[in-house]
């Protein structure tokens, strides 16, 4: 599997186009526009060079490189770093539960999640965010929320099963 799932320019709520991931910083030189990337266990590289890009501090990339965080919010300058567990069914029925997190760099223009271990693909959210401009609109904050949204949803299956 491709380790950068997506990695989009947004303008006024709607997506203007896919970046590759050295182009980053210079498609933030716009002032109106913000990028959302998104990640599936990255590497060492990918991360480092995802941190050159958006100025990510260096603490909060180690803890996305190593995983296995408790969930935690910490604010580094203008810019957030969430973890959130997530966790899945294992597919076939016999009640398995696996698990995994999701890490999220947030800032004024951006939006980096990192998904580690089991986890739904957070494409369904893009596409409800992209069919709702008027809220992504919003900027990352909206995308966190949805994000974080989608997640704790993916819980109530395992609830209900047990």
């Known amino acids: 599997m491709n380790m950068v799932v997506n990695c989009a320019v947004y303008e006024n709520g709607c997506r203007v186009r896919n970046i590759p991931v050295e182009d980053i910083s210079e498609a933030l030189k716009d002032p109106d526009v913000f990028v959302w990337v998104g990640l599936h266990e990255p590497d060492e590289p990918l991360l480092r060079q ?3 890009e958006f100025r990510l ?5 180690e803890d ?3 995983a296995h965080q408790r969930p935690k919010l910490e ?8 973890v959130l567990r997530t966790a899945r069914l294992e597919p076939g029925g016999d ?15 951006y939006l980096v999640s990192v998904r580690h271990g089991a986890s739904q693909p ?8 992209e069919s709702t401009p008027h809220l992504l609109k919003k900027g990352p904050g ?3 929320y949805a994000l974080m949204d989608f997640i704790v949803d993916n819980y109530f299956p395992i609830v209900d099963q047990l």
């Open 75 to 82: 604010e580094y300058g203008d810019g957030l770093f969430v």
């Open 142 to 144: 909206f995308v966190l």
């Open 64 to 66: 996305a490189l190593a």
């Open 50 to 52: 995802i941190q050159a």
């Open 95 to 109: 009640g398995h539960i696996l698990l995994g997190e999701t890490h999220m760099f947030v800032g004024p223009r």
């Open 122 to 129: 957070y494409s369904d959210v893009r596409m409800r965010c």
């Open 57 to 61: 501090h260096d603490l909060a990339v």
